[in-house]
């Protein structure tokens, strides 16, 4: 199949899950919602009542102009805003470490995984040039932090990932903090070993199931194989509304409707910074990224946000597509070519996006 044909193909699929004339945002003025005519959050949760319609909607246009595909708001449990396509299915990229980040608390609360076991104790080399002895010392513990000092090349890594990683043997475990696909991918692998279950599986059964997720299904989560690692990436396909869930279990620290899905002590210890990032004080858990505001957030290429904000409550979503899973499934060549047609949502453009929703909120 030639090029072209591919692209038109996958401009169908996306033209299908772009807003249309049908889903022209519908505007209930006394709750301040906006959402598309399919939209089935304001079932589960109740409407925030409060915000400034006028300036969600300025905030609605900056979305719409920056690319996003679905945004949504949760404020005090309280369904705020929620527009696009937030039903449709879209690759988590690196949100995918926060939700791992999640099941390893249930696991160590199960008392399936021991933080403390090093790389040697559970095994775990790769491809050669293989792991040294002084490697093989770092912890589970000191991968939630990427500190572990393995500079081993890892699937799913960025240009960027790679040009920045520091030399093999260059940091000892638990020295240094470097954004390491090595570190999550093997998670992954430790993960699926030490429960005896697959991610997608434990995920539906541990956290999906008990907070009524909509959409997830167990194999929504895929495996990404590179030839220079043993250790698969394991990417989610997963909806918005799932995701803000996702996010309010986070902000009622782990709690579901008086059940305890995830332990409160490792929500905490999570979004704890245990390495600074950044010269204005942006940090790193396990696997979350803090603010030194006391907002943290789960990431992911092209736009892939889940904000949480303790203070004021809110859980912000917000999505952008990138293709389909057969479309990740073709060579590096042809998804280069069709990534052009594809607009991120960078870091800047995003942070205005909540400063203009945070805008909105209800003056006290």
Known sequence: MSVMRIFALIVAVALLTMPTKRSVAQVDLTSGLIK??????????????????????????????????????LHDGKLVLEWGKTN?????????????????????????????????????DDRPPILTDSEKQATVLDLLKARSGVYHEAAAETQYMKRSRPSRGAFAPGE???????DFNVLGTIFERETNL???????????DPIGMQDFRQQDVHYNWDQVSIHPAYPFWITARDLARFGQLYLQMGIWQDQEVIPRYWIEESITPHSNTSDEGDGYGYMWWTHPSGAYYARGYMGQFVVIIPKQKIVIVNRVFSGTPSMWSLTPEVKA??????????????????????EAEPVP
């Open 88 to 124: 449709v299915r879209i690759k988590s990229h690196s949100v995918r470490k926060s939700l791992l980040s999640a099941l390893y608390g249930i696991a160590v609360e199960k008392r399936l995984i021991d933080l403390n076991s090093t790389m040697a104790e559970l095994c775990i």
């Open 198 to 208: 697959t991610i997608g599986q434990a995920f539906k059964e541990w956290i999906a």
């Open 36 to 73: 598309d005519y399919y939209s089935s959050l304001q079932y589960s949760f109740p409407l925030a009542h409060g915000w400034n319609f006028e300036k969600l909607s300025r905030a609605l246009l900056h979305a719409q102009e920056i690319g996003s595909t679905a945004v949504i708001v």
């Open 337 to 358: 070519e069709l990534e052009q047609f594809i607009k991120p949502v960078n870091s800047v453009e995003f942070r205005r996006l909540v400063d203009l929703i945070l």
């Open 176 to 182: 240094h903090w470097y954004y390491n696909n090595w």
